[in-house]
């Protein structure tokens, strides 16, 4: 095409020719995201099944060490007083206090009222 011809070429013609190559761009660019989009899935999934992996063995070398699948027990005090709860033994422990304190408490209104 000559300089002659590039300059009669019409407005309309120009911004088609523009919006063409722009939708082209738009197209392979959309193309690469999607794609970016499935590989980053693909390898979050493989790494999530790795750190569950790793996660199994820790629990199977977890349970080799104390050589029975855990004490609960043991695992309920440690949920307990990270949460900063009392434990079933500190409760029983408390409640027997209180029922001692509202026995001398009991007896001493008793003694009161017999004055």
Do not use: Y
Request: glycine share 6%.
């Amino acid at each position: 095409m000559s300089d002659a011809q590039a300059n009669t070429e019409s407005p309309a013609t120009t911004l088609n020719a523009k919006l063409s190559d722009l939708s082209t761009e738009i197209s392979a660019t959309a193309d690469k995201l999607s794609k970016a989009a499935q590989g980053a899935v693909t390898r979050l999934s493989e790494s999530g099944n790795e750190f569950f992996q790793e996660l199994i063995k820790s629990g199977e070398s977890l349970r080799a060490k104390t050589g029975k699948s855990g004490d609960a027990e043991q695992w309920r005090v440690r949920l307990a007083h990270t949460l900063g709860l009392p434990t079933r033994d500190e409760m029983d422990a408390l409640n027997k206090k209180l029922d001692r304190i509202n026995r001398k408490v009991n007896k001493l209104a008793r003694e009161q009222k017999a004055k």
